[in-house]
């Protein structure tokens, strides 16, 4: 059994903390990109350009100055929020944040969300975990009242 045996407890405050600052990228998943665009009414080519950058290998959000995500608005909200990528969707839901409690605990002191609110059971944390549970699932798991 993973140490989360009992489940990690979770509300987001929408403090949107964790769509600022210079650290991290918002990873794209070609599903993702296609999404993202088609919302945007964009074809692939011109939201690549203007949105996406070539990390190695990977692709990510481009950040505005100063780091925070392209997409928070004026008023700290997600612009693309329906489409919003896989991982955001899943945060705080990663391995490596769910990898050991002292993991947790560290993001649990930059998220306020977490570690509060309702519990998510090993097999919901599992299921965000998984990169082939449906995007639709994971809109009700990530939305518990
Ligand atoms: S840092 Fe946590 S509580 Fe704040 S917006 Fe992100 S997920 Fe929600
Ligand atoms: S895409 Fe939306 S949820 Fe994800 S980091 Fe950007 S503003 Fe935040």
Known sequence: MSWYGKGLRFRCTQCSHCCTG????VWLSPRDQESIARHLGLAHDAFVKRYVRLVGRLFALVDKPGGDCIFLTEDKRCAIHPVKPRQCLTFPFWPRIVETPASWDEIAEACPG????P??????IDRAL???TPREELW?????P
């Not at 210079?22 to 990228?25: A, M, N």
């Not at 977490?114 to 609110?117: D, F, K, P, R, V």
């Not at 519990?119 to 919901?124: H, K, L, N, R, T």
């Open 119 to 124: 519990i998510y059971s090993a097999a919901e």
């Open 114 to 117: 977490a570690g509060t609110g």
């Open 140 to 144: 009700k798991l990530m939305s518990k």
């Open 22 to 25: 210079q650290e991290g990228y």
């Open 130 to 132: 998984d990169r082939d």
